[in-house]
């Protein structure tokens, strides 16, 4: 019955073609293989600069992999091969010529859970910009302030900045992981899930995070939940079995789908 | 039958797993008591009697034990009577029947010298200086004498007299300590006893190592188990990253892992004899030909020493190792590798910055269990280079200051050595207890310093893994 219901088609689709000034992430025609086995297929997908752009979709539908895949995460794992292209600022993330490393700084990453690294606070911030250029003590005080700062951790850390990370709790690890990938002043933020082994009011403030980076950064959001995308993100993009089904605003992704399968999903009709 | 197996059900099982746990920590117990007493008793000064029997024989000493007569009934007991330049014997069993009177004179003196062991009998008198001292004075000027250098004790001759009425003249320079047990307070007593301890800690070993102590030994053993955790921890460490990190996870490196879990059960002999072939007799036989052919025939490194044990043993304990290195960057969430790499760091900036520091409890742990291992081995040591007595220590003020290439001694070859090649061996028993008791405590010693590190290293953290 529902399935029969009629799709408007003639609703005009929103632009989601940024001009090349405003495209951060350009996907194109990207496809990626587990061991052979499909993970993405042809996915052409453009983000818009400093704006949130939130991937839904049910479980191993592919968001989690085509992040991983904007970090070139997927290099560690041997058995996964790719074909099409991703670009970043107009440069393709798989140019012989780019630096993986420098990439990975360029397109930070925050994970599911909080992977704070066993030292202190001030050392984890100041993890990715020891790997870096040497830094005098001071400047790199003064970074590690504005990175805390800016993931709205200051405040909570600064008597203590070399108390155990391991000794925070949930909620501010996950800004603690945040703060240290802001330190590298990343172009890009690619945020898998970052809220869902935290408690409601953790989340909040993760998500109040991301509406605030927005002006700094381009952040791309990974979340199986459909409130929180519809709060914190400008773009929509839904995926299933691999395949882009639909990406538009955010706006009009929840209150106006154009296919009847994202109207399923995000109302909760589908398995 | 159906009532056992209800039985069994219903609550035996608790019980007999808390028995095998209480019966285990029961035996521990009981080879710790045994030990400790055995072992630290050896240094209490201990009474000495002075027995005349039924047929007007004296006998004077330590009485050591008492064991039911071989052929008759009754006991008869163990004497240590030292004196063997008299008459060439150090124990005598007498029969508890023939005892006619039993004292413990008080001017009974037990004197340790540098040659024939140990005196017991009576202080006559002193000779100093052209002038004699005799009677309570000559005892008082002993002691006094003894805290003097060498040279200067010289001067001084004793005359001794044994309990069978013999006299014999002794230099004060060529005794070491004299003691009246049966004249001392308890207080003293427990004095001589840390001497006697210190001593033994202190010491090298005299008289065929029935007397003195095993200093050279323990230092052996330290020195060889540090030798040996350098050149372990980093080959097993490197190793286990490889297999864990770097290696492409399939058939072949599940091959490895179990070669190398199969390793460690390999018996110690084994590594001993391959240590032989191919580190002395392989290498070392090289290395003298090409840069020590000046010395040949007689081998430098070509024979078992100080670098060739501590060789053999971090293979042996390689595996355990690699194992427990293994097993602890097993446990590292991958989220935490997949961090640092986010970050922007390499592959090598991820395993020195995160992975090697998480791992470091694991690897302590494996570096523990190899040190456990190594400390209390000896089959191997036999074959590569350990010396019943070693004339030089492997470590002195000469360049190299660290001679890799000589013999040293192990604290569990001393164990065996003095248990069953001393030419007596009622002496040796004590002496086995007590040493015993030190390689028991040197490891116990050793596992606490790596436990507190680990602990400390957790604590820094504030973890739990």
Not at chain 2, 63 to 90: C, H, M
């Amino acid at each position: 019955m529902l399935a029969s219901r009629h799709v408007d088609q003639t609703t005009q689709a929103p632009a989601t073609h940024f001009p090349a000034d405003q495209c951060c992430l350009n996907i194109e025609q990207f496809n990626l293989a587990y061991a052979g086995k499909l993970a993405l297929q042809a996915l052409t997908l453009q983000v818009p600069r400093h704006r949130v752009t939130a991937f839904i979709g049910p479980s191993g539908c592919g968001k989690s992999t085509l992040l991983r895949a904007i970090n070139r995460l997927h290099d560690l794992n041997g058995s996964v091969t790719h074909s099409g292209s991703i670009s970043l600022e107009g440069h393709n993330i798989h140019d012989p010529g780019i630096n993986v490393t420098e990439l990975r700084r360029r397109v930070g990453m925050v994970f599911q859970t909080p992977n704070p690294f066993p030292m202190s606070i001030y050392d984890n911030v100041a993890f990715g910009l020891r790997l870096q250029k040497r830094l005098a003590k001071r400047q790199r005080d003064d970074i590690i302030e504005w990175a805390l700062t800016s993931a709205a951790l200051w405040d909570e850390v600064k008597d203590d900045l070399h108390r155990s990370a391991w000794r925070l709790s949930g909620g501010q690890q996950q800004r603690l992981v945040i703060a240290r990938t802001l330190a590298v002043q990343p172009d890009v933020l690619l945020l898998d899930e970052p809220a869902s082994a935290l408690d409601p009011i953790s989340t909040l403030k993760i998500e109040e995070l991301i509406r605030n980076l927005k002006s700094q950064l381009t952040l791309v959001l990974v979340t199986h939940n459909m409130q929180q995308a519809a709060r914190v993100s400008d773009y929509t993009a839904f995926l299933q079995e691999g395949e882009l089904v639909e990406y538009g605003p955010t706006d009009h992704v929840f209150t106006n789908p154009r296919l009847q399968r994202t109207e399923n999903y995000i109302t909760g009709r589908m398995a | 039958m159906k009532r056992l197996k209800s039985a069994l059900r219903q609550g035996v099982w608790p019980w007999l797993c808390a028995g095998s746990v209480a019966l285990s920590l029961l035996m521990l117990g009981a080879l710790l008591a045994l030990l400790l007493t055995r072992g630290l008793g050896h240094f209490w000064p201990a009474t000495l009697d002075e027995v005349t029997l039924a047929n007007g024989d004296i006998v004077a000493g330590e009485a050591v034990r008492e064991l039911p007569l071989p052929d008759q009934a009754g006991n008869e007991r163990l004497y240590f009577i030292g004196n063997r330049d008299i008459d060439d014997v150090r124990w005598r069993w007498v029969a508890l029947d023939s005892i006619a009177q039993r004292t413990q004179p008080a001017t009974l003196l037990r004197l340790e010298r540098r040659t024939w062991g140990d005196f017991i009998g009576y202080l006559e008198a002193v000779d100093v200086n052209g002038q004699r001292i005799t009677g309570q004075d000559a005892w008082q000027q002993v002691k006094q004498a003894l805290r003097l250098p060498t040279l200067q004790r010289a001067q001084y001759q004793l005359t001794l007299r044994t309990p069978q009425g013999q006299t014999l003249r002794q230099s004060l320079a060529t005794v070491l300590s004299a003691e009246a047990p049966n004249a001392m307070s308890v207080g003293q007593k427990v004095q001589t006893w840390g001497n006697g301890i210190w001593q033994f800690l202190s010491q090298g070993p005299r008289a065929a190592n029935t007397q003195g102590g095993v200093w050279p030994a323990i230092f052996g053993t330290m020195l060889m188990v540090i030798l040996m955790s350098v050149m372990v921890t980093p080959f097993g460490v490197l190793a286990a990253i490889y297999l864990n990190e770097i290696a492409h996870q399939g058939p072949l490196t599940r091959l490895v892992r179990i070669g190398v879990h199969n390793l460690a059960g390999v018996p110690s002999i084994v590594y001993g004899v391959f240590g032989l072939g191919v580190f002395v007799y392989g290498i070392g036989g090289s290395l003298d030909e090409w840069f020590f052919d000046e010395a040949l025939p007689s081998p430098t490194f070509g024979t078992g020493g100080l670098l060739w044990a501590s060789l053999t043993l971090a293979l042996l304990t390689l595996p355990v190792v690699i194992v427990a290195t293994e097993e602890g960057l097993a446990r590292i969430p991958e989220a935490q590798r997949e961090g640092a790499v986010a970050l922007g760091a390499t592959r090598l900036e991820m395993i020195t910055r995160v992975v090697l520091p998480m791992t470091m409890p694991a690897m302590l742990t494996g570096v523990i269990l190899a040190v456990a291992r190594a400390a209390g081995e000896v089959a191997p040591l036999m074959l590569v280079g350990v010396a019943k007595l070693a004339p030089q220590m492997p470590l002195d003020g000469e360049f190299p200051y660290l001679h890799l290439e000589r013999k040293f001694m192990h604290l569990g070859y001393h164990l065996f050595d003095t248990a069953f090649h001393g030419e007596d061996v009622q002496a040796a028993i004590p002496l086995v207890y007590a040493t015993a008791l030190l390689l028991v405590l040197l490891v116990l010693v050793l596992n606490l310093t790596a436990i507190l590190l680990r602990h400390h290293l957790r604590r820094q953290r504030g973890s739990e893994c």
